[in-house]
């Protein structure tokens, strides 16, 4: 590969279309988002031009703040929840054969092309009265009759990191697969038991992958925006809803433009932290 | 009984079998080295007496106890590793206070032993510093002292100096060496260096195939090996084969006279290159030619060509100095120099 910089204009053209591209389809609508969420919402109408920072400062309100907190809070317990179930499911899945880790990739990779839309209902399905595993739990003796598990905040919760766990394990993966094994086993030969030295040897040496996969799952959560309305109650819903709903059913383009600033600004911070600390000594 | 026994302990991977009945015996205070070439099971050997493998069949017992059902984190043995495997995200002094730690020592006691450990591998005040900032050599003697911090019952070394340049590895053979004397530990290394194994223990053990092939002080090994494997691999070594006539014995180009072989009866003999004399003009019993002659300062190797055998010579410089390639010469083999092995193992 060439690695010197590009000396006469020709040296760009490999990059001009996606730059085009990414113009056309990102830059300039952000732009025009931007653009918007300064407009004032004209009521029964749609919105004129102006420049006004009112749509911002609806986010002082306490109603915007508390779906804020429970926003991020909901964010920050998918992806603890995905790491959790992530971390050991993939340093296991690094200690398989190889035709084996190939196969349980592909069934995550099949995961991922599913649509947020069949994950949403297939769960409704799974967790309602009429059809769902409670019914199952009653036939196997284990419950007295079946219940609703949806809608709920552990039904939302679960949707979320079923969602997000394919992610979770191929960006742990990598980290995983280089991680020298002879780390564990000479802590065991030093005296720690099996838990005790992937507790403090292996986390402790992966704690920036498990820091940057924290991020992204949280990034990801954060823009979920169907699962909170088809598995939670309205007070379940994320600020990503809230837009979802501003922009469609209360026809209010500012507020929602926003709100959507506001969200991108978020994930752009969080990224450039994640980018800061994989700088910062690799880790991994 | 003190010290390590291994019985008739085999490792199987699915078909293939990574070591096959080995009983070895390591009495305490020794120092042994585990030699072969890869593949051999020398590791597997040593992983199974860390306890990182469990052995197919056989008893692995340490001082009377057996260890087979003891997990590896109860066997209280040291062990470094190719890799060194030192925790990258904890301070020099915290890797060696690893062990310390777990076992529930005190702040006051651990500091001073670290500090005391650190002495020990010539490297005093680097406590505070991280492993990245440490030379090879240095990372090397940190592991070494990690694996001695609790005083271990058994000291196991897998390749410990094979990340090491030519001239550290030789001041830190000499050192892992005066280090195990001066503390009397039962010590194994795993290497495929036979000249580590060579300058280093008490006991060398060599492997091939899974099976041990021979069990000897190295000088011993050196001198009377006891079949063409080891031969071959400890050193250099001519082998040559030979038939039993009148007065000696004979090969294509020559005769080794008053070998003991029985007559008409075909023998491998092995003779290092340093008891090979050559001679110029050809009146010596065996009549060769020069092919190649490699001078590596301290020595100078000759190698021959004699009838259907190559034979390789090694002398000192000055002992000849003007051989050329082509030069015939005559070779002179003391039939006290030579090992005859077993028909079977011809």
């Known amino acids: 590969m060439r690695r010197t910089a590009p000396q006469n204009p020709t040296d760009y053209l490999p990059i001009t279309f996606p730059t085009l591209m990414l113009g056309v389809f990102f830059v300039i609508p952000f732009g025009l988002m931007v653009m918007v969420s300064f407009f004032k919402r004209v009521q029964g109408g749609f919105y004129e031009p102006s420049f006004t920072l009112a749509n911002y400062a609806r986010f002082l309100s306490p109603f915007f703040a508390e779906m804020l907190v429970f926003s991020l809070g909901l964010a920050a317990l998918v992806s603890i929840c995905c790491l959790c179930l992530g971390v050991p499911f993939t340093y ?15 069934g995550l990779l099949g995961v991922l092309s ?92 992966m704690r920036k992958t498990l820091l940057a996969t924290f991020i992204i799952v949280f990034i990801f959560a954060l823009g979920a925006y169907l699962l909170p309305q088809i598995l939670g109650r309205p007070q379940h819903w994320t600020l990503s809803v809230l837009v979802t709903d501003q922009a469609i059913y209360q026809s209010n383009m500012p507020f929602a433009a926003a709100m959507a600033v506001f969200l991108v600004f978020a994930s752009l911070v969080l990224v450039a932290i994640s980018g800061q600390i994989n700088r910062r000594g690799g880790g991994s | ?50 306890g990182l493998e469990d052995p197919t069949s056989g008893e692995i017992a340490l001082n009377g106890e057996r260890l087979n059902d003891i997990p590896a984190h109860k066997r209280d043995l040291g062990m470094v590793f190719q890799s060194l495997a030192l925790f990258p995200h904890l ?26 450990l650190l002495d020990m591998v010539q490297l005093p005040g680097v406590a505070d510093r991280s492993i990245t900032q440490l030379s090879g050599g240095q990372r090397q003697r940190v592991a070494i002292a990690r694996a001695l911090a609790v005083s271990p019952r058994l000291f196991l ?17 000499v050192e892992l060496r005066q280090l195990q004397q001066r503390l009397g530990i039962t010590t194994i290394v795993v290497t495929h260096d036979q000249r580590e194994a060579m300058s280093m223990s008490d006991e060398i053990v060599v492997m091939s195939a899974g ?37 000696g014995a004979e090969c294509s180009a020559g005769l080794i006279s008053d070998l003991d072989l029985p007559a008409g009866e075909t023998r491998q003999i092995s003779v290092r290159p340093e008891d090979v004399a050559v001679a110029p003009g050809d009146a010596g019993p065996i009549k060769a030619k020069v092919s190649f002659v490699r001078e590596m300062g301290a020595t100078i190797e000759i190698h021959l060509t004699a009838g259907s055998e190559r034979i390789i010579a090694a002398t000192s410089p000055k002992a000849h100095p003007d051989c050329r390639i082509g030069d015939e010469v005559s070779v002179t083999i003391p039939a006290e120099a030579c090992v005859v092995f077993d028909k079977q193992e011809a």
């Open chain 2, 1 to 50: 009984m003190a010290g390590l026994a291994l019985t008739d302990v085999s490792k199987r991977f699915g078909s293939v079998s990574a070591v096959d009945g080995v009983s070895l015996t390591v009495p305490e205070g020794t120092f042994v080295c585990l030699l072969g070439p890869s593949g051999c099971g020398k590791t597997t050997l040593m992983r199974m007496i860390a």
């Open chain 1, 92 to 106: 296991r899945l690094t200690r398989l054969s190889r035709r084996a880790q190939v196969l349980w990739l592909i």
């Open chain 2, 157 to 173: 070394l897998d390749e410990p100096l094979s990340a090491l340049d030519a001239k550290l590895r030789e001041a830190m053979q």
């Open chain 1, 114 to 205: 599913l649509s947020e839309v069949i994950i949403g209902f297939a769960w409704s399905t799974l967790l309602s009265r009429t059809a769902g595993l409670s019914n199952l739990f009653v036939w196997l003796g284990l419950m007295d009759k079946p219940v609703a598990w949806t809608p709920s905040f552990a039904a939302v919760l679960t949707g979320l990191v079923y969602q997000a766990f394919p992610y979770t394990v191929l960006v742990l993966y990598p980290a995983f697969s280089r991680l020298d094994p002879s780390l564990m086993e000479a802590a065991r030969t030093l005296g720690a038991s099996p838990v005790r030295g992937f507790l403090n040897v292996v986390l402790p040496a």
């Open chain 2, 211 to 247: 099976r041990i092939q021979q069990m000897a002080p190295p000088i011993d090994m050196y001198r009377k090996p006891a079949n063409p494997f080891v031969a071959d691999f400890l050193g250099q070594a001519n082998l040559l084969m030979l038939r039993g006539v009148h007065g």
């Open chain 2, 91 to 116: 301070s020099v002094g915290e890797n060696i206070a690893y062990p310390l730690a777990i076992r529930g020592r005190s702040k006051v006691d651990i500091g001073a032993r670290v500090n005391e």
